[in-house]
């Protein structure tokens, strides 16, 4: 049976596409058979993250009825399958939500986890993200108007059966005004199930199509991910000793332009 987790949040820019591309890479090298869909349809990002942008296929095409799902799904970084949303704006005012239904319905069985880059808030798109899930992860900061808008999601996913997995508080640092992991658990009621700090490098990735779950495996925060993913799929994980690139290797690499991970078509199912 194939789950299909939300990673949904109530205010934008808390960082849902990331935990989204990231976990679903961190599961993918776990060797899970993942699949992240970009369902922010208006203001994708998700293929940007994960160098997959310009793709003659996306999700648009296949809501306009240009294309189906399958000639959609693209070979992303660490082998995670991923559906981007596409950038185009014109293609937006022919997409019909309707047809969503039938691109799960051809998904569903053909992988075993289905991750949703939601939009933010709770208008229509938001919650069209949230209607074809079974399991939710929700993204906050640690501000107070973070979770207060991540009540009201939770809240909306209650009412619609979905089971809340627990919260990932993100960009965590000390600041006097953030709240505690204790006073964020007793505001939403929800587990939190990882925290990850503020990391400028996630930002510079985020910026060059580089996941950092990939590009930087030793690092404390990919370590996060990764142990993330194992939690939800019950499985061990132990960081790896990855030996340090030496000095010299980064320094032709850097010289020569190498581009460490280049994506590829998966030809259907
Ligand atoms: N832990 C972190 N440390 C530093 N920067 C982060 C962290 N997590 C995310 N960011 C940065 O915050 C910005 C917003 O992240 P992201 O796009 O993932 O948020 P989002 O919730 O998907 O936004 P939207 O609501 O617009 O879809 C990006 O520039 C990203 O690099
Ligand atoms: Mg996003």
Known sequence: MTRVIAIASGKGGVGKTTVAANL???LSLLEED????????????????????????????????KDNIYNAVYEGPGGVQIVPA???????????????EQVFEDLIGNVDIIIID??????????????????????TTPEVTSITDTLKTKLIAER???DILGVVVNRNQYYEEFLTPDEIESILEVPIITIIPEDDELISFFAYGTPFTVEEPESPTSNIFMELAAYLVDKEYYQPDVPKESFISKFIDGILGNIPFKAKKIKGY
């Open 86 to 100: 596409g950038l185009s704006l014109p293609n937006l005012k022919k997409v019909k939500r309707s047809r969503m």
């Open 24 to 26: 679903g890479i961190a």
């Open 34 to 65: 993942v699949l992240i869909m970009d369902m922010d349809i208006k203001m994708a990002n998700l293929e940007l993250i994960v160098g997959l942008e310009g793709k003659k296929a996306t999700l648009q095409d296949v809501l306009s009825g």
């Open 160 to 162: 619609m059966d979905i």
């Open 118 to 139: 939601s939009p933010a808030g709770l208008e229509r798109d938001a919650l069209a993200a949230m209607s074809p899930a079974d399991e939710m992860i929700l993204v």
